[in-house]
């Protein structure tokens, strides 16, 4: 059975995203304990709501530096949905702020004529290039998307899936042992589940 270790901030979606890899078999270790973090072999951080009160609280419990160094060491961290924006070096979601500069880019909000936001809902994942988390599933595979803000990487190798609302943008990055999901996997269904395990067997 693969141990992840699931990094508890206070973020509301925690339970779900727990169930779900306890769902496909993995043993979650649920900690907001920097040394419990420091010491995980494979890491989780989940998010849903703002970049800026997430990021603060997840500081506040002395959370960044373990995972910065553990990701230093080659530890696998998987970001979901705000999890996955903490990983950029910024975000301007009210005021401007420092993200964990695992990957370089920036998260910005949505704008265009049309556009309602937060954009939700499913949307088909376009595949950049093959990648180990896209093992069994399908290019146009649905995904279910709940936000207001994307992910902009500076460097476009990092994007391995985009989806489309009016103009593509990163669902899925990777940058060496740091990987993230704009979408709610535990909302996926089989094609969430799939990701979450092919995210087990890397490593």
């Known amino acids: 059975m693969t141990k992840i270790t699931m990094i508890d901030y ?18 979650v270790e649920l900690t907001d304990d920097p040394a419990v973090v420091a010491r995980g072999r494979k890491l989780v951080l989940p998010g849903v709501g703002a970049f800026g009160s997430g990021i603060g609280a997840l500081r506040a419990r002395g959370l960044e530096e373990p995972i910065q160094a553990a990701v230093a060491q080659g530890v696998p961290l998987l970001g979901i949905c705000v999890g996955m924006q903490f990983l950029f070096d910024s975000s301007d979601e ?14 910005t909000r949505f704008v265009g004529q049309e556009m309602k936001v937060p954009h939700m809902g ?10 180990p988390l896209l093992n069994g599933i399908n290019q146009r595979d649905h995904a279910y998307f709940v936000h207001s803000y994307y992910c902009a990487p500076n460097d476009p190798a990092h994007t391995v899936a985009t989806a489309d609302y009016e103009r593509p943008f990163t669902a899925i990055v990777h940058r060496e042992n740091v990987y993230g999901l704009q979408f709610h996997p535990e909302k996926s269904q089989r094609v969430g589940l799939r990701i979450l395990r092919n995210y087990l067997a890397i490593g």
């Open 122 to 131: 499913w949307n088909e994942l376009e595949f950049a290039h093959d990648h």
């Open 10 to 27: 206070g973020a509301s979606n925690i339970r779900s995203a727990q169930k779900a890899f306890e769902f496909i078999g993995a043993e």
């Open 94 to 107: 009210m005021g401007n702020h420092t993200g964990l500069g695992l990957i370089p880019g920036h998260v």
